[in-house]
């Protein structure tokens, strides 16, 4: 089977050049969308001393020589939150990011090692203010480039009316039949026996080993996610504590986080949180996600004890990360996100 033309071949580039147009005209329009909002764009370094601390992501590793030759591992951040939350304690009110980030074991028609992650912060805000945002940001996505809706696989989207706010309880109890409130404690502890024989009922399957996080995550991908974003955009909120490892409970019930996704045709395009400030907790949920990392994939990542500090002087903030590249896809209609990277990262040989 003959290999694809490489995408610097001349005929390739100019079948995705009008995507990357597309690219550039929305990054401009997004530049100018915070600047007119008094947000200041900062950049912030790749390279840290911890890539993150969520139990899934997967980052790249490398070492730091001095001149003495003794070495220091670092990492390539999987997003510049830690970088951007530091500049919230020195004192920034709004802020704004376009920063490359890297995941390791991602690559596919939405994933790809090296992206674009648009960040922007809050200092003293809700985070209901960063879904007003999202709507603002869609419907100048599509107005950039010329289109009335947003499009993935022969979904659509109209990028023009208000997003859907939909909790995670009543999207389990909408699309599984699952009411997964009854599953957590009021201190947030999860009851995996009670969610497993709730997702039985459901015909959903179980394994013996199944964790409550896996459960969860198995109704959230199989059941939940193909059903949001589709008419209309949809706004995913107050995630249980327990799947919001950087967010804070929400005064009404401590058992959900001020945690929320964006969806757009079945794409997860944002993920936010009304920002976690205090400290020891986030090191104590630090502790149990680089526990669960060891536990699945047999490797931990630092703490950044940098970031642990400057959290104990962090404002109340609100903070939001939206995959660049994949607003872009919905916006100019591409179907893989290589198409609308300028230089996408070198595949392997066979």
Known sequence: MPHASPWWTPDVHADRRPFLIGRNRIQSALRRYFDERDFVEVDTASLQVSPGNEAHLHAFAT??????????????????????????????????????????????????????????????????????DCGEILALAAETTGTRSLTYQGRTTDPFIEPERLSLAEAFDRFAGIDLLASIAGDGETDRDQLAAAMRVSGLRVADDDTWADLF???????????????????????????????????QDRRVAERFELYACGVELANAFGELTDAAEQRRRFELEMAEKARVY??????????????AIMPEASGIAL???RLVMLATGASRIDQVLWAPVAEASA
């Open 298 to 311: 047999g490797e931990t990542y630092p703490l950044d004890e940098d970031f642990l500090s400057a959290l």
């Open 217 to 251: 995550s198995r109704v959230l991908v199989e059941k939940v996610e193909p059903n949001l974003g589709f008419g209309r955009p949809t706004i995913l909120d107050e995630y249980p504590v327990a799947e919001a490892a950087l967010a804070r409970p929400t005064a």
């Open 63 to 132: 070492q730091a020589l001095g001149h003495d030759g003794s070495a220091q591992p670092l990492y390539l951040h999987t997003s510049p939150e830690f970088a951007c939350k530091k500049l919230l304690a020195a004192g920034e009110k709004r802020i704004a990011c376009f920063a490359h980030v890297y995941r390791n074991r991602e690559r596919g028609p939405l994933h790809h090692p090296e992206f674009i992650m648009l960040e922007w912060y809050r200092a003293g805000e809700s985070y209901e203010a960063l879904m007003r």
């Open 323 to 325: 995959g660049f590249d």
